[in-house]
């Protein structure tokens, strides 16, 4: 199979979209393709040297009769040079804009000679999509994508709904390393965080964004804690924070909910973990449920974007109305009490992402699309 010159560009720092990119970098460049990110900085997952992946970093200089600096202008530029000196094949861009767009950008700067697929992830869609200011330039950027896809169907439709763009987008669902995410035995890492072997384990991760709604998890725990000995781990940082914390001292639940920040290796707190809670209003997909499925961990989620296509109700967790705490904390006391129900989900969670998101599944979907648009000429 010819190997392939592929350029990527992606929001560097932590995010899922952030992390599926570095990590399908990682995987296609394992497969003897020739990867180069194309960023502001240094994808952060990328914390190995792999021979084949290369980092070209977009720098932007600050001119005074400039009043903002021309960052895509920059990217453009650069994603350009990048194509002509590296004789690239390919360009996968993550994120309509300014991705997209800069990658056009770039095509045309370079006479058209390269393809471009675009992921889209969701905050392009479903927060910025809905501001005038930015939806046409989304939209242009959709169709100036020689491929579109998108990580979820929820996503695919709501794209459509708010756009309407003249151009197939195809879902190709998110995946995870398998080889980091499966679940270690690690009873003393509980016990250094100061939790009891009979307590309990609920973990939330996010960026405490407002649209992930970090104080309906304190509230449902506070339900939960009732019932069942437990402690919340919360993890990640995000404007939201203090807003929890002040919650958590409302409720008087500072001994039982610990802020652990942000945390990279996430495995070793999904293997002490007994439950997930995603609670959010906006989620185009999930990728934190998927990396704690994968460690067995059975999720809670909201009936939101592409949380029902990665949680299956009943079988790997719960699907919750978005708000409905009450029904959170019943069905979070049921599963942490019911040690076989538990124990089948935990299966169940496991198996879910072999067969459905297995990265080697994922990840020839992405290789077949670049090779079918190539075959296009
Ligand atoms: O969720 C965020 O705030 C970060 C955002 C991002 O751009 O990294 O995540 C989006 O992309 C992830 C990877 O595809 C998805 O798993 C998240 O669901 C999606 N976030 C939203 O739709 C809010």
Known sequence: MKKLKIGITCYPSVGGSGVVATELGK??????????????????????????????????????????????????????????????????????????????????????????????????????GYDPTLSIAIKFGIEASDRVTAVSKALVEQTYDLLEPKKEIETVYNFIDERIYHKKHLPSLKREYGIQDDEKVLIHVSNFRQVKRVPDVVKAFALIRQEVPSKLLLVGDGPEVSIVMKLVKQLQLEDHVLFLGKQENLDQLYSISDLKLLLSEKESFGLVLLEAMACGVPCIGTRIGGIPEVIEDHKTGYIVELGDIEDTAEKSIRLLEDQTLHQKMSENAILLVREKFHSEKIVSTYEQIYFELLSEG
């Open 27 to 128: 995987l296609l460049a394992e497969r003897g393709h020739e990867i180069h990110f194309i960023s502001s900085s240094m994808p952060f997952r990328l914390n190995k040297v792999y021979h084949n992946i290369y980092f070209h970093e977009v720098e932007v200089n600050q001119y005074s009769v400039f009043k903002y600096p021309p960052y895509d202008l920059a990217l453009s530029s650069k994603i350009a040079e990048v194509i002509e000196r590296e004789n690239l094949d390919i360009l996968h861009v993550h994120y309509a804009v300014p991705h997209a767009i800069c990658a056009f950008l770039a095509k045309q700067m370079v006479g058209g000679k390269i393809k471009i697929v675009t992921t889209l992830h969701g905050t392009d869609i479903t927060v910025l």
